[in-house]
Nanobody, 121 residues
Framework: VQLQASGGGLVQAGGSLRLSCAAS????????MGWFRQAPGKERDFVSV????????YYADSVKGRFTISRDNDKNMVYLEMNSLKSEDTAVYYC???????????????WGQGTQVTVSS
């Protein structure tokens, strides 16, 4: 499966962004989908994951209550709604697909190219 993330940009602290991830090549419903982020000089961190049907999701503590992951399997799309953004949310955001269940990057075999999110304080 090929993944293409989009929707990043520059936003002021407290603002919102919606990231999108378009999948092609395979039926998206086969995969759990996740979002990760990587700030300069840091490791790639887990943000959120959603199961194959979209009925269950999980979030990192740092984004819980502010971010919402969703998916539309008919459209082969995954979304990350980000509200109340903080400067520490600044990073490159990656969408990922995996056949196994888990939150570690190791569980995701397919990655998009990343989209930059910059939050100014």
């Amino acid at each position: 499966v090929q993944l293409q993330a989009s929707g990043g940009g520059l936003v002021q602290a407290g603002g919102s962004l919606r990231l999108s991830c378009a999948a092609s090549g395979r039926t998206l419903s086969r995969y759990q989908m996740g979002w990760f982020r990587q700030a300069p000089g840091k490791e790639r961190d887990f943000v959120s994951v959603i199961n194959r049907s979209g009925g269950s999701s999980y979030y990192a503590d740092s984004v819980k209550g502010r971010f919402t992951i969703s998916r539309d399997n008919d459209k082969n799309m995954v979304y990350l709604e980000m509200n109340s953004l903080k400067s520490e949310d600044t990073a490159v955001y990656y969408c990922a697909a995996g056949l196994s269940v888990g939150t570690s990057p190791a569980y995701f075999g397919y990655w998009g190219q990343g989209t930059q999110v910059t939050v100014s304080s």
